[in-house]
């Protein structure tokens, strides 16, 4: 699939608006503008807690912590 837009991440965002937001993907490493994006997006539509996972999901299971779920290694 091609780029998301700000306003196509609207839909995936949660109706808290308090809600902690963590984007994050694989590696941690980022395509340029891809983490400006996601906080953008947030930042438009009025979440104030984003965060970044450093290292991606890679990291967190090198770390030693579980990840489950569609798609997630197990």
Known sequence: ??????????????????AAILVYNETGVLAEGEHDL???AAEEFGFPRVYW????????VRAGYNV?????PQ
């Open 1 to 18: 699939t091609g780029r998301q837009t700000v306003s196509q991440l609207r839909d995936v965002l949660p109706a808290d608006r308090d």
């Open 38 to 40: 996601a906080t953008e």
């Open 53 to 60: 996972l450093e290292g991606g999901i890679e990291g967190w």
């Open 68 to 72: 489950s779920g569609r798609g997630g």
